[in-house]
């Protein structure tokens, strides 16, 4: 390829401008890839930018190489709950060797069901995979499983943490993980367990540009875009901002399908109409089908988690001392699930609490619009 003959500071540079392969290079075998990021010369750290799965299918498509193979190598998944374990069956699908590991021997079987291999614990994941990707349920867990990678003499390892966690939790990560050597990214993810599944996720990165740039190609294989949005930490911080909207518009969507269903109106009708006007928002074309059925389960976002979610969310406000008022309103209707046994289910059972607030039997036959 005529690339192979430019000098290699200008074939990474052009690498980290169009998500070439070849910036990947690393990531086909353990050893290489031990050094991302210390490896990727200078000039591969191009400007920060938003990259998409059809550009970079247009790339390979205009190279001549078509199919997506060129990029693919080891990855390990650790914490294959609703998010994580979407994403190493996307990785798998997409061509990569997934290792997968979880505390619960359940999600593991589920896993090695689906064709992902699976560790004994998170060290003997990490020493096969030179990059890892960490789903976890709290900040205890993202800590303990940083100590074990951190003390266990590992070769350099890129952590790419994509959890929803106080900033605080992700700062003492990143520093722990640096000082043993290692590479950590702060990278929160946007979207439902259903859009995990369909790849429909995007990824909000911060930390190295470099080591960014060239894991483009992993973040695509499981989710829609990413974006590159500065130092660590940032990523987090503008997932906190995406879920206060998310939290308000899924509460706004039960309350408007409460009303209408309230009013006689046929639900499903509901769905169609509101989703095909100004009134409608992502949260609501994902949720609401599931209000009119009155089915929350399986769940695509737990209400218990959300809670997790939630005390992040407002405890970040609080600390900035910027008022959440509308965030603030929906905190009650989100503990009245909890406090009514709903917190295994969809955080779309929040529709369930204001039918019950205002007397809507959903054992009724609904009134159907002329």
């Known amino acids: 390829m005529a690339e192979l003959e430019q ?80 994403m190493a069956r996307n990785l798998r699908a997409a061509g990569w060797r997934v290792l997968g590991f979880d505390i619960a021997p359940e999600r593991r079987a589920e896993l090695a069901a689906a064709g992902v291999e699976t560790a004994a614990d998170a060290v003997a994941l990490a020493r096969e995979a030179p990059v890892l990707i960490t789903s976890l349920p709290s900040g205890e867990a993202l800590a303990a499983t940083v100590a074990a990678l951190s003390g266990a003499g590992l070769p350099r390892r890129v952590v790419v943490e994509t959890s929803t966690l106080a900033l605080a939790d992700k700062l003492a990560a990143e520093r722990a993980l640096a000082a043993a050597g290692h590479v950590a990214l702060d990278c929160p993810l946007s979207g439902t367990g259903a859009q995990a ?52 518009h899924n509460v706004a969507s039960a309350e408007a399908m409460v009303l209408g269903m309230k009013a006689g109106l046929d639900p499903r009708r509901l769905v169609a109409l509101i989703g095909s006007g100004a009134a409608t928002s992502r949260v609501f074309e994902l949720r609401a089908p599931l209000m009119a059925e009155g089915r929350y389960e399986p769940p695509t976002m737990r209400v218990s988690t959300w809670q997790k979610d939630m005390a992040v969310i407002g405890a970040f406000a609080a600390e900035l001392g910027c008022p959440v008022p509308l965030f603030s309103a929906t905190q009650p209707v989100y503990a009245a699930a909890m406090a009514q046994g709903l917190g295994p289910q969809d955080t779309a059972a929040v529709c369930a609490v204001l039918e019950r607030l205002a007397g809507v039997a959903r054992d009724a036959p609904s009134h159907q619009e002329s």
Not at 13 to 23: I, M, N, Q, R
Not at 54 to 74: C, D, F, I, P, S
Not at 218 to 228: A, I, T, Y
Not at 229 to 242: E, I, P, Q, R, T
Request: net charge positive; hydrophobic share 45%.
């Open 7 to 86: 000098p290699r500071a200008d074939r990474a540079a052009h690498a980290a401008e169009t998500g070439d392969a070849d910036a990947c290079h690393a990531l086909r075998s353990p050893r290489p890839c031990s050094r991302l990021g210390s490896t990727i010369p200078a000039a591969a750290k191009a400007p920060r930018a938003r990259f998409t799965a059809r550009a970079r299918r247009a790339t390979l498509a205009q190279e001549g190489r078509g199919g997506e193979n060129a990029m693919k190598g080891v990855v390990g998944v650790i914490g294959l709950g609703i998010m994580g374990g979407a």
């Open 197 to 248: 599944q369909a790849r429909d996720l995007v990824i909000y990165a911060s930390g190295d540009a470099a080591t960014i740039a060239a894991l483009r190609p992993l973040f695509l294989d499981f989710g829609r875009e990413v974006h590159d949005l500065g130092a660590y930490g940032n990523g987090s911080k503008m997932k906190f901002v995406a879920n206060l909207l998310v939290a308000i």
